[in-house]
């Protein structure tokens, strides 16, 4: 029954954060009016479950989480600006092969997480696979008109998964519980998102939709906070994963984002070496 509830656990940010930048798209604006509406979202979730369940704070829970929540915020920002470039299916699987080898450097490097020739041997596998899949899934033939964009989407890709990368090293850096960080960062989140959108008028109709995207994205990061303890690290890290599946084949069948039968099928193959590859990283977690 354990395993069961985990696993329903770690099934939650799989579908929320996999179709987070779909819902964020449907409901429009910029990507200053969708960051800053998601970081309200999450706010306001916070606010309610510390509430729920009051966390430990400290003031080193409140600097890391404010500053792990600004990390996220350039993420995000960055990501939907990198959307409105090359698309969404193009954007995610790119940017979550990006993010699983800067997490994974750091694991390796700093954590010394790959401490025996098995897991090394996993792990380089697991990184050919990631690169092969990113490198799979940008492939361009021509006929998609944003192609011309690329360079850009790639620089504000770099951009966003260092603010993904800071949001998740320096929590696990300074050992900071979980549930205690939720709430400061969803104010670190809050405040960069405001500053970085102030000039560009983001508080209208559509800031306030994505308070929306910014519930779901709450429900998948409490989801896999439940799910670590009852089906492990590993497991819960690789669900976490599947959601490109949904964000870049919504893409393409939602959002109506041209491919060629050719892109077609380099999109597919390479979403499923980047599901490999960080299923396989996430057995070196244990």
């Known amino acids: 029954m354990k395993f069961v509830e985990g696993f329903l656990f770690a099934l939650l940010p799989a579908l929320t954060w996999g179709s987070l930048v779909l819902v964020a798209e449907k409901l429009g604006g910029n990507s200053y009016n969708q960051t800053l509406g998601i970081t309200v979202g999450s706010l306001l979730f916070a606010i309610v479950m510390s509430f729920i ?32 470039e090359i698309g969404v299916s193009k954007t995610v699987p790119i940017s979550t092969g990006l993010q ?54 790639i620089f504000y890709l770099a951009i966003s998964t260092v603010g993904y990368v800071t949001y998740v090293i320096v929590v696990r850096w300074n050992e900071v519980d979980g549930w205690s960080a939720i709430l400061p ?13 102030i000039k560009h008028k983001p508080f209208n109709k559509y800031a306030g939709r994505n308070i929306l995207t910014g519930i779901m994205w709450a429900i998948g990061n409490i989801g896999l906070l439940l799910a670590n303890p009852k089906v492990g690290v590993a497991i819960a890290f690789s669900f976490s994963q599947m959601g490109i599946v949904i964000s870049t084949l919504g893409g393409i069948f939602l959002l109506g984002e041209k491919k060629s039968k050719k892109q077609m099928a380099f999109v597919i193959i390479g979403c499923a070496l980047v599901i490999t590859g960080g299923i396989m990283i996430g057995f070196t977690k244990e």
Not at 62 to 76: E, L, N, P, T
């Open 53 to 84: 369940n009051p966390p430990e704070w400290s003031s080193t829970v409140w600097i890391v989480g404010i500053f792990s929540g600004i990390g996220w915020a350039f993420g995000q920002l960055f990501q939907f600006n990198s959307v409105k």
């Open 100 to 153: 699983i080898l800067g997490n994974t450097f750091f694991a390796v490097i700093i954590f010394k997480e790959w401490n025996d020739k098995i897991t090394i041997i996993i792990g380089i596998v697991a990184i050919i696979c990631l690169i092969t899949g990113v490198l799979l899934t940008s492939y361009g033939d021509g006929t998609n008109k944003k192609e011309g964009s690329m360079k850009k989407g």
């Open 185 to 197: 960062q969803a104010i670190g989140m809050f405040l960069a998102a405001l500053l970085l959108s």
